[in-house]
C-alpha cells in the first residue's frame, strides 16, 4: 500500500520511447488524481526546474525511459528517492530485451534492487513476446547466488470474443 504522505518513488513505469512517457502520464493521471497519488514524468529533455521539484517532493509513480533510470541511479538525491520502490513495470519489452538496451536495463534494474535491498516486484507487458518465459526470465534475473529467482507469467487470450445485437 503506498500511503500518500510518505516521501519518496513507489513504482516506476518504464517505456521504450520517450512519446510513450507522454502517453502513459495522460492515461495515468487521472486515476493517480482520484486515488491521491501523485505522477511524473523524467527523461532527458525534462526541465531543470522539473528535476529539482522531483528531487524535493518525489512523485509516488515515476514513468520514464531505460537509459534515464541509469541516470537517475547515478544521482544522489535521487537515488535516496528510489529507496521506497516496490514495484517496476516494464512496458513493450519486446522492444528492448534483444538489445544493448536491454542490457542496461537489466543492470539499472539490479541497481536498484540492491539500492533497496529488498526485492522489487516487476512486471512486463508485451502484447507480441516471442518467448514469453525467456523474456520473464530476463526481467526477474538471478540473485546474487545465480540462481533464477519466481516468476510468474500471465498470458491474456488475444482473441476476443463478441456478442453484437442489432
Known amino acids: 500500500m ?11 513505469y518504464i517505456t521504450p520511447l520517450k512519446a510513450l ?12 488524481l482520484e486515488l491521491d497519488v501523485t505522477i511524473a514524468v523524467r527523461h ?15 512523485p509516488k509513480i515515476l514513468i520514464t525511459t531505460p ?20 514495484f517496476v513495470v ?4 519486446h522492444e528492448i530485451v534483444d538489445s544493448k538496451r536491454g542490457s542496461q536495463l537489466s543492470v539499472a534494474l539490479e541497481r536498484l534492487r540492491d539500492l533497496n535491498d529488498r526485492e522489487i516486484q516487476r512486471i512486463g ?9 525467456e523474456v520473464a526470465e530476463y526481467l526477474v534475473g538471478k540473485d546474487r ?3 533464477k529467482r519466481d516468476c510468474e507469467i500471465i498470458e491474456v487470450p488475444g482473441i476476443k470474443k463478441m456478442d453484437v445485437k442489432v
Open 2 to 12: 503506498i500511503k500518500s504522505k510518505e516521501k519518496g518513488v513507489f513504482a516506476i
Open 21 to 32: 512517457n507522454r502517453d502513459m502520464l495522460k492515461r495515468l493521471l487521472k486515476m493517480a
Open 44 to 58: 532527458g529533455d525534462t526541465s531543470t526546474h522539473e528535476r529539482e521539484r522531483q528531487r524535493k517532493k518525489p
Open 67 to 86: 537509459e534515464t533510470l541509469q541516470i537517475i541511479l547515478t544521482a544522489k538525491r535521487m537515488k535516496l528517492n528510489l529507496k521506497k520502490v516496490r
Open 90 to 93: 516494464v512496458d513493450e519489452i
Open 125 to 133: 507487458l508485451s502484447a507480441t513476446v516471442g518467448s514469453a518465459k
Open 145 to 147: 547466488k545465480g540462481r
